[in-house]
């Protein structure tokens, strides 16, 4: 098997700097790339401006590439390139679906709601193996039936003969720069040598040992209780949206419609600090103004507002307080894409040379990613290059469960 891949809702690249190792441009701003996976197609289109920063970014560090820039839901899944592996990190959404109207007999997802994409392709290409990221939320959504969405997912996943795995990874647990918890969802398909080998496992060696996560990912082995849940049950989807719910865990497994979930443990690692990743003689820009410090300091100060909700009740909204900026020998919080901007949860740092308040700098937040430096410095305005980086991910992540995907993919016929 060839370790061809497609990148989905690519954003600027995370999967792809992840994969392929990335870590310098060339001179034309072109990546440096190892290509230790073949990117044969890539789509990322943005629905809420003209311009497309993020498309136009990934097109220049990737050239030559099969790149293409439409809505998802208007490409014609039959005529994208075959593929061992699509990954992507795409929106988190409502997935309830319900009887279509227009037969009678059908069942409809909701319009615009893009794991429907995903599955879509799953059908026309029986891709082999998948990698996707999405907020830690997931599991839980929606609040007034925790679990459905998810549940609808693995269903649809066991539907299409998929054996999944996923885990929540806080990446500063292992060692990463930032501490951003992030749901990654690994499911192969019947018929490869990976599934014939973990499907024969014991089901607590895939959560400790034998599973994709467990490999990159070490986690402690000792009292995993795990959970179970019937995917199969509810003759038909539409009835399992209306009624499925079920507490999932930050770990789990789903091998014939049957869902395995355990509360496990990272064996964590020293974390990279903010200290080290921080830039020294920034442009007076990224430091705090005295308007700006004022702001800052109220809405990182603890608060009791009286509030209306939509109902006419009256309530109290109160928030703790936070430290008035962020302490350097800890790794970043999770990077928003409001970063860089007058709101309680930017970071900001007291600079190592002035001792004076800052934002962090565009290069900072890639740092943070772990994305080469000025990776999206590609004449896309500031705030976009702090929009782009809260939208991405900790490649290093992606990295390390690259080189254990690597592995599966060489093991393939
Ligand atoms: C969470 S971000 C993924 C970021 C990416 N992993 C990265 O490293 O930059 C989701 C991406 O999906 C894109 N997107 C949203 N709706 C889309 C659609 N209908 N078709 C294609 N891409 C879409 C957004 O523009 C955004 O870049």
New binding site residues.
């Given amino acids: 098997m060839e370790k061809t891949v497609i990148?989905?809702?690519?954003?600027?690249?995370?999967?792809?700097?992840g994969l392929n190792n990335i870590s310098k441009i060339d001179k034309k701003g072109a990546a440096i790339e190892k290509k230790k996976f073949n990117f044969v197609w890539a789509?990322?289109?943005?629905?809420?401006t003209k311009i497309q920063h993020?498309?136009d970014c990934?097109n220049l560090r990737f050239p030559n590439s099969h790149n293409s820039n439409?809505?998802?839901?208007l490409?014609d899944k039959n005529k994208i390139p075959n593929h061992s592996l699509l990954c992507?990190?795409?929106?988190c959404q409502d997935y309830s679906v319900a009887r279509s109207l227009s037969n009678g007999k059908g069942i409809e997802g909701k319009k615009?709601v893009?794991w429907w994409?995903i599955r879509d392709i799953l059908i026309a290409k029986k891709t082999p193996f998948v990698l996707l990221?999405?907020v830690d939320r997931l599991i839980i959504s929606p609040a007034k039936q925790r679990g459905r969405d998810f549940g609808i997912m693995l269903r649809c996943f066991s539907e299409l003969e998929y054996a999944v795995e996923w885990r929540i990874i806080n990446a500063a647990d292992y060692g990463f720069p930032q501490r951003r918890r992030r749901i990654y969802i690994f499911a192969v398909k019947k018929g490869t040598s990976f599934y014939e080998s973990i499907t024969k496992s014991n089901i607590t060696n895939v959560f400790v040992k034998k599973g994709l996560f467990a490999r990159a990912f070490p986690v402690v082995n000792e009292n995993i209780k795990i959970k179970e849940t019937n995917l199969k049950q509810y003759s038909n989807l539409a009835d399992f949206s209306d009624k499925y719910g079920f507490p999932f865990e930050n770990s789990g497994y789903m091998l014939k419609g049957t869902a395995y979930t355990s509360k496990t443990k990272p064996v964590v690692r020293k974390a990279v600090s903010l200290s080290k990743i921080v830039e020294s003689n920034v442009d007076k820009h990224f430091f705090l103004t005295e308007s700006e410090k004022n702001e800052l300091a109220y809405l990182r100060g603890s608060k009791r507002i009286p509030r209306t909700d939509i109902k006419g009740h009256k309530y109290i909204y109160s928030e703790g307080a936070m430290s008035p900026y962020d302490d350097l020998s800890l790794p970043g919080r999770t990077m928003l894409t409001s970063e860089g901007s007058i709101n309680r949860s930017t970071h900001i740092i007291k600079d190592p040379t002035t001792n004076k308040m800052r934002f962090l700098t565009p290069i900072e937040c890639e740092r943070l990613?772990q994305f080469p430096d000025n990776w999206t410095n590609n004449g896309m305005p500031e705030k976009r290059r702090y929009f782009?980086?809260g939208?991405?991910?900790v490649?290093g992540v992606i990295k390390k469960l690259g080189e254990e995907i690597e592995q599966i993919i060489e093991g393939e016929q």
């Fill in positions: 990148e989905l809702f690519a954003g600027v690249g995370g999967f792809r700097v789509n990322q289109w943005e629905p809420s993020a498309f990934y439409i809505d998802i839901q490409v992507g990190g795409f929106p615009g893009l994409q990221e999405n990613n782009m980086m939208n991405a991910l490649c």
